[in-house]
């Protein structure tokens, strides 16, 4: 069975402060997926990266940045410079052989002015 | 617009009532998703269609819940006899397909509100 677990519940930071987002995943699958996703206050769920068990370089957009250590099943996820734009709920996703994926509770982001 | 849709928006319904809600996928996109996300809470997988493969339901909370896809494209979630708990944000993805895990894309929602 897969599991994601997302530890933190709730984060605030001051805006400009770096924050990092923690993911740790369970599965037996030797070929699989990760993901994260982003929940603004809108609502709508927006696709922030994919990455497969196979790449565990550290990949870096902007401001966000991404590690993922296989050897402790984490894929975490740093915001650097926060900004208040950044408020939002963030989901890890794991996905195996097939389709189905497996989200995490999600962690609530709060940035302060 | 080349992104997931899904009507209505909001839907306001009483207890014990039918609703039907509707997900138009990506174009081009063989595998279609169901989440129900209750208020400050995860997300609920509830089923999931790929191509004319049989759905895997695994996720539906009671034989109220039902969906179909028709034609491999537009999916409709159907809820019989509502209930309070119901009331939630059901969300709709879609993806490429395939036989690995590829990028969801997520519609609006639609936000359902039981009395």
């Known amino acids: 069975a897969q599991k994601v677990t997302q530890a933190q519940t709730e984060i605030s930071v001051v805006e400009k402060e770096d924050v990092t987002l923690d993911c740790v995943y369970e599965?037996?699958?030797?070929?699989?997926?990760l993901f994260w996703y982003k929940q603004p206050p809108s609502g709508e769920l927006v696709f922030l990266i994919r990455?497969?068990?196979?790449?565990?370089q550290n990949e870096i957009s902007g401001r966000y940045s991404w590690n993922f250590q296989k050897s402790t099943s984490s894929f975490n996820f740093t915001i650097t410079a926060s900004q208040v734009v950044d408020s939002a709920v963030y989901f890890c996703?794991?996905?195996?052989?097939?389709?189905?994926?497996?989200f995490g509770t999600g962690t609530k982001l709060q940035v302060i002015p | 617009g080349a992104g997931v849709s899904q009507s209505p928006s909001n839907k306001v319904t009483e207890k014990g009532k039918d609703v039907e809600l509707r997900c138009d996928p990506i174009?081009?996109?063989?595998?279609l998703y169901w989440y129900r996300q209750s208020l400050g809470q995860g997300l609920e997988f509830l089923i999931y269609?790929?191509?004319?493969?049989?759905?895997?339901k695994s996720g539906l909370p009671s034989d109220r819940f039902s969906a179909e896809r028709t034609g491999g494209s537009v999916s409709t979630l159907t809820i019989q006899r509502t209930q309070q708990e119901d009331s939630a944000v059901y969300l709709c993805?879609?993806?490429?397909?395939?036989?690995?895990?590829?990028?969801?894309?997520f519609g609006p929602g639609t936000r359902l509100l039981v009395l």
């Open positions: 993805a879609s993806s490429l397909g395939g036989d690995r895990p590829e990028t969801q894309y």
């Open positions: 599965t037996r699958d030797t070929t699989y997926y």
């Open positions: 990455r497969n068990s196979f790449d565990e």
């Open positions: 996703a794991l996905g195996g052989g097939y389709q189905k994926v497996t």
């Open positions: 174009s081009g996109h063989t595998a």
């Open positions: 269609f790929q191509g004319n493969s049989a759905p895997d």
